[in-house]
């Protein structure tokens, strides 16, 4: 088993050297020169006088250079920071800023963009451009060098680390305030990708198809499990959802893992019958049942993993495809090197079908928040079963999401405390109604929120996009039709469409803000 990081891409070089390890458009890497490379750039870092521990961030599309910087980060003994790169040059200042990073690894245009908030990252010693085109400017406190000028650098010993150490810092985005970046381990990071790789089975042959954003641990996931069993991953920036099943079709994808905004768009395409995949995954948020029936007929050899996981434990659990039809709704069990409990809220451990709050333990649960130690200690807490004895106690995740359990082990997803609405002394699960939203085949996405009511507390509001000309009141009829009265909506609005964050579900938040006065102002 690797140590480290980068020795996923090491080991799997020593044993398929010329296995493709990376594949960009036309362009492929295999692992013996992937390993060439993250060694280069690694020694590239450590001329640049970078210290242990230190952070580089990554803002860029998926390219080679992206992940050679990830890999090489952790070959150089220091910490890779990826950023998404949909984000804006204030959100990109406020991560440096964050976590003090050293050196911003990005490309021309991008560096274009932000460059006078990088005047106010006063950490920040070096920036690199990935496309050599950038004019190195002296009159920054910062140097700047081309990527090219990395591959000139003498070899010099990389720091040492060992398991426990920090490999990576992905910022999160939380219902309230500023991003949160979450600290993981090599450990954390290699054991999820042996987990996921043992239940997808994963091997040398797969190709995965990576659309969803490095800085996103489901995303970042396709690169660690493809190269912990010797695989490949295909490169791919997501525009439109036909793009992705060409992909598929051209670079005979046999992995592809998606987020269920991205599902509620391909359940709607025209599939080959003959098709390169062996499995899809879902993750990110509960699949309406209706896009899970679609994607059941429309791929019906292929197998479909539903999983529930959060970043400050990389995933907790998946549903065997097996059970789809035979659990509808769940979210499956543990995965490997994970354990998962549904406590009360003095910690004691809930009986079957009684709703509780899940808690992760286990040796994926990661370090904690960056630089928020207040944060940290109101997720991060002893295991419930270790609730007396904090000493030596292990530390666990309390994720604050609604669960039960039933006879058989299986969890069912319920909410999560900042999501249920609160209405007419009721608390209704936002799920539930969205569930029957999308099974009406009336709209292209949808969500049930919140809005603050002076009378009932919150009035149910849906926000949806439409798919065809059918109007509100059809809508509104079949809520009457499949909800009990204090579950129907208040108030219906059609958008255009759906503000997404930058790991591409829908923004709750933003729209609970865009409609908040709703029902306050006339």
């Not at 929120?449 to 009932?456: D, E, L, S, W």
Request: aromatic share 8%; proline share 5%; hydrophobic share 40%.
């Amino acid at each position: 088993m690797p140590k480290l990081l980068h020795q996923l891409i090491v080991n799997s070089a020593r044993k398929y050297p010329q296995n493709i390890a990376l594949r960009f458009k036309d362009n492929t890497l295999d692992y013996e020169s992937l390993t060439k490379e993250i060694s280069t750039i690694g020694h590239g870092f450590l001329n640049s006088g970078i210290s242990v521990g230190d952070r580089i961030a990554i803002y860029l599309p998926k390219r080679f250079e992206t992940v050679i910087s990830f890999f090489a980060a952790s070959y150089a003994g220091v910490v890779f920071v990826p950023i998404n790169p949909l984000l804006k040059p204030a959100q990109v200042a406020y991560i440096l800023k964050d976590c003090n990073v050293r050196i911003l690894i990005s490309s021309d245009d991008r560096l274009k963009k932000i460059k006078d908030t990088l005047e106010n990252c006063n950490d920040l010693n070096l920036v690199i451009d990935v496309n050599n085109k950038v004019i190195k400017d002296e009159s920054s406190h910062y140097m700047t060098e081309h990527w090219q000028d990395l591959k000139i650098s003498k070899s010099i010993p990389a720091h040492s680390r060992k398991d426990t150490d920090i490999a990576a810092i992905l910022y999160t985005s939380g219902s309230t305030g500023k991003p949160k970046g979450v600290v993981l381990s090599h450990k954390n990071l290699i054991l999820g990708a042996q987990s996921v790789a043992q239940y997808l089975k994963n091997t040398a042959d797969d190709n995965l198809l990576a659309v969803l954003p490095f800085s996103f641990d489901y995303g970042l996931s396709q690169l660690t499990t493809a190269f912990y069993v010797s695989a490949c991953v295909t490169l791919m920036d997501y525009l439109l959802p036909r793009d992705v099943i060409n992909a598929i079709n051209k670079y005979n994808i046999t992995g592809l893992a998606g987020v269920p905004s991205m599902w509620n768009q391909l359940a709607n395409l025209k599939w080959e019958k003959d098709i390169s995949l062996r499995y899809i995954s879902n993750s990110g948020g509960a699949l309406p049942t209706s896009t899970l029936n679609k994607l059941q007929t429309a791929l019906p050899n292929i197998d479909i993993y539903l999983m529930y996981g959060l970043t400050e434990a990389f995933r907790s659990t998946y549903l065997d495809p097996k059970d789809i039809n035979k659990k509808p709704g769940s979210i499956g069990k543990a995965i490997p090197n994970a354990e998962v409990i549904v406590v009360r809220k003095d910690g004691s451990i809930c009986d079957a079908n009684e709703a509780g709050e899940l808690v992760h333990c286990g040796p994926l649960v990661s370090l904690g928040y960056w630089n928020a130690p207040v944060k940290t200690a109101e997720i991060f807490k002893p295991a419930p079963f270790q609730q007396e004895n904090t000493t030596q106690a292990e530390i666990a995740v309390w994720s604050g999401d609604k669960v039960k359990r039933d006879e058989e082990g299986y969890l069912f997803f319920i909410s999560r405390d900042d999501d249920m609405i609160k209405t007419s002394g009721y608390r209704v699960s936002p799920t539930e109604i969205e569930e029957v939203i999308y099974a009406s085949g009336l709209v292209s996405e949808a969500v049930a929120i919140g809005i603050p009511h002076p009378i009932i507390g919150q009035a149910i509001t849906i926000i949806a996009t439409q798919t065809n000309e059918k109007n509100k009141e059809d809508l509104l009829a079949e809520c009457k039709k499949q909800l009990p009265n204090f579950m129907h909506p208040a108030h219906i609005e059609f958008i255009t469409s759906m503000p997404k964050n930058p790991n591409g579900k829908i923004d709750r938040v933003q729209l609970t803000l865009q409609f908040n006065d709703l029902f306050t102002n006339g």
